[in-house]
Nanobody, 123 residues
Framework: QVQLVESGGGLVQPGGSLTLSCAASGSILAINAMGWYRQAPGKERELVAQISSGRTTIYADSVKGRFTISSDNAKNTVSLQMNGLKPEETADYYC?????????????????WGKGTLVTVSS
């Protein structure tokens, strides 16, 4: 099993900054990618940013230039630095990891989700 622990959510004023962190633990043999998704009330969950084990990054168009994703493969952690936050970015932010784990004698690829951390952007 793999466990994800998220931290860093909270209340921030429009234009402010927050950093989200996520630590993965458990029987992880390799990490393929780590990322952050968000889900606002009444909306579908969407990708915010993702980073692969090879440091390739993907960002939602709406956050490019304002958010930065980084990871520490040795520590199995991923962080999301968010600058210039907007009220419409109020949402639950979820950590997501794509990993290789052992299933008996096989190596299998699995995706795990954190429980989410709330980011509220409001004055």
């Amino acid at each position: 099993q793999v466990q994800l622990v998220e931290s860093g959510g909270g209340l921030v004023q429009p234009g402010g900054s927050l950093t989200l962190s996520c630590a993965a633990s458990g029987s992880i043999l390799a990490i393929n990618a780590m990322g952050w998704y968000r889900q606002a009330p009444g909306k579908e969950r969407e990708l915010v940013a993702q980073i692969s084990s090879g440091r390739t990054t993907i960002y939602a168009d709406s956050v490019k230039g304002r958010f930065t994703i980084s990871s520490d493969n040795a520590k199995n952690t991923v962080s999301l630095q968010m600058n210039g936050l907007k009220p419409e970015e109020t949402a639950d932010y979820y950590c997501n990891v794509d990993v290789m784990v052992r299933d008996g004698l096989r190596l299998v690829r699995k995706v795990y989700w954190g429980k989410g951390t709330l980011v509220t952007v409001s004055s």
